[in-house]
Every structure is written in C-alpha cells, then in structure tokens.
C-alpha cells in the first residue's frame, strides 16, 4: 500500500513509530503480552537502497535470528495447510514482486539458516507497471526463479505486470491475472498455487478472477495474525518496512503491534480507495 499524499505519510510514519515505541515498553512490563500466535510475514527487497519497502541485509540477519529463536518457521504451504498441526507459534516468510535482491541477499542468508521461503513473482519482468511499483529495481531472471525453485522455495504468482487491478475491466482482469498465470507457468514449467494481490488491493471481481485461474490461496497484506478458520482468498500478512529497529520489529510482531499495523492498512486502503473514486469521478465529469 502506499499513500499519494508526503506529507500525510510523514506524519502517519512518527504517529506509527511512536505506537510501536509505546507498544514495546509495555511488552518489557508484560512479557506475555508479547506472544502473538501464528502469522505471515511479507518482505520486499534486501538492499542498502532507501526505498521504503527495503530491509537492509543486516537488519533481515537480525530479523532472521529472532525469529529462529523465538518461532517455529514453515513453508507457506504449511502454515495455511488445514491438515497441520499448527503450535500457535509459527511464522512463513514471503516477497513481492520478486526482485534480484530476493536472490542476490535473502537466498544466502535464508540458506545458511535454514529457513524456508516464498517468493511472488510478476510474470512479464521486462515490462511491469513501474509506476504503480513506485520504482526501477532489477528483477529476478527466470532461471533465477527456477534456481530458487530448486532450493525448495515457494514460487507464488503476483500478476503480469503489477498493474493497479481495482481499475482493470474483467477483460483486462483475465489477462492480468488468468492469462498472466497460465503464460508464466509454461516459462516456468511448475504450477503456481498461490496469489499475493498487488498492493494488497482485492475486491470481490478480483477474487473471483482469481479463484477462475485456478489458485488456491490468496494473500492480502492486512496485517493480522493468523485465525483458525481463515477464507483462503483474505489470508492476511504483515508488511516489512525500512526504518525498524529490533525493539519496534519485535513490538510490530506482538498482538498489540499487529493490531496496530492493521489498522495502518486499513486508513492506507481508505485512502487508496477515495482517490480512486475521485479520481473516477473527475475522468467521468
């Protein structure tokens, strides 16, 4: 998700950081309080950029440790399977949009941990929507792809080309979406189980279209924990983001934290959703 506005998400960001310091003072008085369950995390790029959604190497290193110590980390296929036998302390790591750093930085860290992972991949990665990815980072080739495919990760589908799906037609949907599967897994020769809406924006046409390529889960970006009973097409997932120190990663991943960075998402998705309208309307006048 993002917001046009720069200097309402300024002031969203110190509101945000300010609810995370807080959270994490009061998690130090109440331990207990700081067990959160089961979740999905959901990670862009490993980097040394300053792109907000880039999690620098050293800091993804310190994530990576804590949660070895402190969760129990599965596949994703795993943790949303309901056949498993879930502990109520399990956590899946994915990325967006698939790009080169996914495999240049995350793979060798992932690998010497032991850890599992998945990746949503734009299906045209020569011509995606840069605009509506709000940058120009390289992305992953497909014999990288494969290559992290043969390493046992997860390869999940995240659209053609990344393009703004509230806005598409049902035809333009297809293509996007159905289209866009059934090409990238006959460049890929695997089957693609798993979609990640773009921007975390779904809608019911959205979903529909995605249940008609096929897939068999579908995750949002919401930012919740992990329920019992979830619909398989709203599995929610937190959002990683630049500018997190370990006490505020560690408060963001806590019951409270959780709640919080859902109801981030949510103002952001009001947002998002008034400008379209406006927007709508303007071109319609």
């Given at each position: ?47 040394n950029d300053n792109w907000s ?54 793979l060798p860290i992932l690998r ?126 937190t959002v990683l983001d630049r ?43």
């Amino acid at each position: 998700m993002k917001t046009t506005n720069p200097q309402k998400r300024s002031i969203m960001e110190q509101v945000y950081k300010l609810g995370l310091s807080s959270i994490s003072r009061l998690n130090s008085f109440l331990p207990e309080a700081a067990n959160s369950g089961s979740y999905i995390l959901c990670y862009h790029a490993i980097d040394n950029d300053n792109w907000s959604f880039t999690i620098t190497p050293n800091d993804f290193v310190k994530q990576m440790e804590y949660l070895k110590k402190s969760k129990n980390i599965v596949k994703l296929s795993e943790i949303i399977s309901p056949d498993s036998k879930k502990d109520n302390n399990q956590v899946a790591i994915t990325f967006d949009d698939g790009y080169e750093s996914v495999c240049q930085n995350a793979l060798p860290i992932l690998r010497k941990l032991k850890i599992p992972a998945t990746v949503f991949v734009l299906g045209d990665n020569v011509n995606p929507d840069r605009k509506e990815m709000s940058e120009n980072k390289k992305l992953l080739s497909i014999q990288q792809i494969k290559e992290l495919h043969q390493v046992g990760w997860e390869i999940g589908f995240h659209s053609k080309t990344h393009a703004y799906t509230r806005a598409l037609d049902k035809n333009r949907l297809r293509k996007e979406i159905i289209n866009g599967k059934k090409e990238f897994e006959e460049k890929l020769g695997i089957s693609l189980r798993y979609f990640a809406y773009p921007r975390g924006i779904y809608t019911d046409k959205i979903i529909r279209t995605v249940k008609k390529a096929g897939f068999k889960a579908a995750f949002t970006v919401d930012g919740e924990a992990l329920k019992k009973t979830i619909d398989p097409y709203r599995i929610p997932r937190t959002v990683l983001d630049r500018n997190r120190d370990m006490q505020q990663f560690k408060a963001l991943l806590s019951p409270l934290g959780l709640w919080l960075g859902s109801k981030r998402i949510s103002v952001l998705k009001l947002e998002e959703h008034l400008n379209y309208r406006i927007h709508k309307l303007t071109v319609n006048l």
